[in-house]
């Protein structure tokens, strides 16, 4: 995830805060995500694990 974070810092009016906020609330999400949420999930899960 880390290398995800500073590809994405270097864009324009990136804020990493954010994604860092983001990545957590996704993390928590998809330990039991409802149904709507499995294919979120499943794209989160593949960012984070490259």
Do not use: I, W
Request: proline residues 6%; aromatic residues 4%.
């Amino acid at each position: 995830m880390v290398g995800f974070l500073s590809a994405l810092s270097s864009l324009p009016g990136a804020d990493v805060g954010l994604f860092q906020q983001l990545n957590q609330e996704l993390g928590a999400l998809c330990q039991a995500p409802p149904a709507k949420a499995v294919k979120v999930c499943a794209l989160h899960a593949r960012l984070v694990n490259r």
